[in-house]
């Protein structure tokens, strides 16, 4: 399917939300972590940390938008969120609306951090920056930038700053000053205009934000975090 099929199939699709194991998840061990996601009894139970997902609807093109979120979710290709919806809007707007016509095939999302928990100050206590530097994607993408991707767009709102410790923050801004040293554009659909003034999220209460950027799409450069 293109782009204008999938974007069709986001947009009229019924509303099929994924969901944490409730009153067991947060009774679980680490060992529950370690196991692969499956679905028991309709519920999706989740690994501890998540790197990475692609979403493809161009299975011909191998062009990849590369989204940097604040925090890993529990959705996925075949259950999208509203965050990952409106990334697929921002695709097609950027592919049928922007004056570059940035086209691609799908979307590679990242976070800024991999633990994945229902309550995201519990994730955030859990980060081991040892771990994050070694296995979170993100901080390869200066020395091995993938020679497939459209676009990175940042776009883990102010929680970054407002909730991951000064450190880390910090590894956050080096990695992104690091890739810009290489020439490689860093952008965002929008910079929140209040607040710690990070790139926007494209969480459902921003939906209203998206459809604006849909409307005219030109990602601006994130230059001072």
Partial sequence: MDIEEFVDFVNNKAEKKPIYG????????????KKLSVIENGIIRCPKNRLSYEVIWDKNCPNRNIFILFNPSIANANVLDETLKNCVRICYAL???SDEKVKCGGMLIYNSFTIRHPQVEDAVRMIDWEYEYANNPIFQLADKYPI?????IIAWGNDVKTKLNNEYY??????VYSIKSKKHLVQAYRINKSGAKQ??????????LVKNFCAN????????L
Avoid at 22 to 33: A, G, Q, R, V, W
Avoid at 199 to 208: E, I, K, M
């Fill in 217 to 224: 799409p030109k990602l601006v450069e994130v230059e001072n």
């Fill in 95 to 97: 592919q049928n609306y």
């Fill in 148 to 152: 497939n991707v459209s676009k990175i």
């Fill in 22 to 33: 409730n009153n067991e998840y947060s009774n679980l061990d680490s060992s529950y972590y």
């Fill in 170 to 175: 910090s590894h956050l801004k080096d990695l």
């Fill in 199 to 208: 790139p926007s999220h494209p969480s459902p209460r921003c939906t209203s």
